[in-house]
Nanobody
Framework: QVQLVESGGRLVQAGDSLRLSCVAS????????VAWFRQVSGKEREAVAT????????DVAASVQGRFTISRDNAKNSAYLQMNNLKPEDTAIYYC??????????????????WGQGTLVTVSS
């Protein structure tokens, strides 16, 4: 079992940067792929970035390419999403998820076993 807690979401202005954190409790965090998803009301959850268990492989969605970076520190049982040059369309609830093998952002939400409660990011224009 893995419990995930996200933090770092807040109201920012367009062009600002923000770093989200995901702290895990439980065993063997380093064996799990971690993904960041986001969801806007009425829409499906969208994967924005993923990273393999040891951090050797990562992937980001085309919509955030060049602006978002995912990383992890297994010694701290943590994963991060660095978001730069934020845009109003990045406004969403951001979720951290953990699951099995790393397959990139094409892997749907149902493929992940563990989820955090989400953190709200609001980008004003």
């Amino acid at each position: 079992q893995v419990q995930l807690v996200e933090s770092g979401g807040r109201l920012v202005q367009a062009g600002d940067s923000l770093r989200l954190s995901c702290v895990a409790s439980g065993r063997a965090f380093g064996t799990y792929t971690v993904a960041w998803f986001r969801q806007v009301s009425g829409k499906e959850r969208e994967a924005v970035a993923t990273i393999s268990g040891r951090g050797g492989s990562s992937d980001v969605a085309a919509s955030v390419q060049g602006r978002f970076t995912i990383s992890r520190d297994n010694a701290k049982n943590s994963a991060y999403l660095q978001m730069n040059n934020l845009k109003p369309e990045d406004t969403a609830i951001y979720y951290c998820a953990a699951g099995g093998m790393h397959r990139g952002v094409s892997l749907p939400a149902r493929s992940y076993d563990y989820w955090g409660q989400g953190t709200l990011v609001t980008v004003s224009s």
